[in-house]
């Protein structure tokens, strides 16, 4: 059973840091890795996404890695913004018909101004 | 088309009640998918459709649950007897293959 783990569960930064967020999970056996971020009682949208066969993906102040075989993601924000605080949720799609996703628990980022 | 929408936004109902959601996906979207997320947590799955086929459930879906795509479009999911270790935001994501998923804004449900 794939198991995702995010550290750490929470975070807190002065605006301007730079930053790495960790999502490690058990199973390498995936079809991609997405990264999601969520606001307060609010729905996922999404950040990155990165393909099995893909090291990493940028988008923007985001930078998004993938080492499958060693089971681990980084999510690097750079010169982060009040704006940016948010729960980061890193998501594994499995290789079946159904492509369902297992979550970690999230890492709630706060930026203080 | 504005993405994946849910509705109700907020649900508040008793202990032994019945209640409804509903998905709209993104219209060219074959696949739809329904989570619960408690808080704290990340979301957990509860279903999946392809097109009006369900064909996949997790344990954590009990008898009280069910959910339907009558038509390959939108979906329903219905949750009888509720209890309160129902409460928890239940979200909807619609996705054309293994495309990059869409979720909608979520369902909160309260149970008192």
């Known amino acids: 059973k794939q198991e995702v783990t995010q550290i750490p569960a929470a975070l807190s930064v002065p605006e301007g840091e730079n930053l790495v967020l960790n999502c490690s999970f058990t199973d390498s056996a995936i079809y991609n890795l997405q990264w999601f971020r969520q606001d307060p009682g609010k729905g996922l949208t999404s950040l990155l996404l990165?393909?099995?066969?893909?090291r990493e993906q940028t988008s923007g102040r985001l930078n998004a890695s993938l080492d499958k075989s060693s089971g681990r993601s980084t999510l690097y924000i750079a010169a982060s913004q009040p704006g940016d605080s948010a729960t980061y949720l890193c998501?594994?799609?499995?290789?079946?018909?159904?492509?369902?996703?297992?979550f970690g628990d999230g890492t709630t980022l706060t930026v203080k101004p | 088309d504005t993405g994946v929408s849910q509705d109700p936004r907020h649900k508040i109902t008793k202990r032994g009640q019945n209640v409804t959601f509903r998905c709209d996906p993104i219209s060219e979207h074959n696949r739809l998918y329904w989570y619960r997320q408690t808080l704290g947590q990340g979301p957990e799955f509860l279903t999946y459709?392809?097109?009006?086929?369900?064909?996949?459930k997790s344990r954590l879906l009990s008898d009280r649950f069910s959910a339907e795509r009558p038509k390959g479009s939108f979906s329903t999911l219905e949750i009888q007897r509720t209890e309160q270790g129902d409460s928890a935001m239940y979200l909807c994501?619609?996705?054309?293959?293994?495309?990059?998923?869409?979720f909608g804004p979520g369902t909160r449900l309260t149970v008192l």
């Open positions: 994501a619609s996705t054309e293959q293994f495309t990059d998923r869409y």
């Open positions: 990165i393909q099995s066969s893909q």
């Open positions: 998501a594994v799609r499995d290789n079946t018909n159904a492509g369902k996703s297992t």
């Open positions: 459709f392809q097109n009006e086929a369900q064909l996949e």
